[in-house]
């Protein structure tokens, strides 16, 4: 176990390491020229060689590299070449809405999804689970624009039918105030969180489906377990690892995934921020935000990797096994 962690790691700071310079050169070929959109389009050549200067463009792209992974490495993103606030600061200022919107949509997915395709089971065979694996569908295939238009003309305050829940930007405060903040994502939580739900149920019935036809839930059912029993409390655990699988992966998606939504809601999050960033050539801040979000989505799939090998008892015996033989 710990010779494959070990593994792991060697390959989490390597895929790390490539993906910095993907990032650095792809920002790289883009049209424009941020010295020319700071200094001004009518700019003079002389001042915006100057403007260069002072923010090092005008170095070797080795060289440009070498003293961002440096600063990385001390913690240091740089600053925005267009505001000069360093680049840390902006992206906190903007994951305390985007990261609460993710947990907050997947709380409401699991809520939706999991109960939901373990009812489908228990229901094999009736009216119920075809419209439930129907409802699923259609959840699914909605956009996530035309979903949270729905919901705004629904729920929205002041436009909707039933007008309870704020529709646009977030306190400018920030979470000083919980209940405005925490109401402020509701709508767009719930707007993620039913789209995504549909393919956690879909997910979650697939998966308790086949543990309830198998040999294990035959001898539960000998043992005295009713199907029902069977489904929650056998077919769910054992489908814990897969599902951990799902909610990771679509963890790693929403995070570019709720660019919709927070362009739709007006909400200052990564996703809106990193557009507007690409827009003004801010590469300083776009590259920072890049590999932060690489770097989540290393990070999960490592912590998705080795949940698996903790909920099932098989790959760790696999690992085991595997050290045992490099040892001999």
């Not at 070990?6 to 910095?20: K, M």
């Not at 050549?45 to 992974?69: C, H, M, S």
């Not at 992206?91 to 609460?100: K, L, M, N």
């Not at 655990?237 to 709720?258: C, D, E, N, Y």
Request: hydrophobic share 55%; with cysteine.
């Amino acid at each position: 176990m710990l010779r494959m962690i070990c593994h792991r790691v060697l390959l989490f700071i390597l895929a790390l390491l490539g993906i910095s310079v993907v990032v650095f050169l792809a920002l790289r070929v883009l049209p424009g020229d941020v010295a020319q959109v700071m200094a001004g389009l009518n700019a003079p050549q002389g001042k915006v060689e100057q403007l260069r200067a002072e923010i090092g463009l005008n170095k070797p792209l080795y060289t440009q590299y070498f003293d961002w992974i440096c600063g990385i490495l001390r913690g240091d993103f740089g600053a925005s070449m267009i505001t000069g606030i360093p680049v840390s600061k902006v992206i906190a200022s903007r994951a305390i809405v985007t990261f609460p919107l993710i947990l907050l949509g997947l709380v409401i997915a699991l809520l939706i999804g999991v109960p939901l395709g373990c009812w489908q089971v228990t229901h094999e065979g009736k009216l119920a689970q075809s419209l439930s694996r129907f409802s699923a569908l259609i959840a699914g295939s909605i956009p996530a624009l035309w979903g949270g238009l729905l919901l705004i003309l629904l729920l929205g305050k002041g436009i909707g039918i039933f007008g309870i829940l704020p529709t646009q930007d977030f306190p400018a405060d920030g979470w000083s105030d919980f209940t405005e903040a925490f109401l402020s994502l509701l709508l767009p939580a719930l707007t993620v969180g039913i789209i995504v739900g549909s393919s956690f149920m879909r997910y979650t019935c697939a998966a308790v489906e086949d543990i309830s036809r198998s040999e294990i839930a035959s001898q539960a059912m000998a043992c005295g377990m009713t199907r029902k029993q069977v489904v929650w409390r056998v077919g769910l655990r054992l489908a814990l690892p897969q599902l951990v699988s799902v909610i990771g992966l679509t963890f790693a998606h929403m995070v570019t995934g709720v660019m919709v939504i927070e362009n739709l809601f007006s909400l200052p999050g990564l996703g809106m921020g990193m557009v507007r960033d690409v827009g003004l050539r801010d590469f300083v801040a776009v590259q920072g935000e890049l590999f932060m979000l690489a770097a989540l989505f290393l990070t999960v799939g490592f912590i998705v990797d080795i949940s698996h090998r903790l909920l099932d008892s098989r790959l760790a015996k696999d690992s085991y096994s595997n050290d045992e033989d490099g040892k001999a």
